[in-house]
């Protein structure tokens, strides 16, 4: 008789880092949108170029995906039988 017995490829660890990942991902996409006016002819500069805004959403944007990679590529432990 032959062992079929598989292994996974991620572990439990590696799914609560890739949601940690989606977190961070989703709350730099949420801070970087925004900034319009009801009006279409006003152009308000401090909303559309604050700080949260080109600064802060697009480093929280590169940790989730640094978050992810980290992720993806963590090995699992081994598994003690």
């Not at 604050?50 to 944007?61: E, F, G, K, N």
């Amino acid at each position: 008789m032959s062992d079929n017995k598989q292994t996974q490829i991620f572990s439990k660890d590696n799914y609560i880092w890739m949601a940690a990942g989606i977190v961070v991902l989703a709350l730099g996409f949420f801070l970087l949108s925004g900034g319009k006016s009801d009006d279409p002819n006003v152009f308000d500069k401090a909303k559309v170029y604050s700080t949260t805004r080109i600064t802060v959403a697009p480093i929280l944007i590169l940790a989730g995906l640094v978050i992810e990679i980290f992720a993806i590529f963590r090995k699992p432990k081994a598994v003690q039988e």
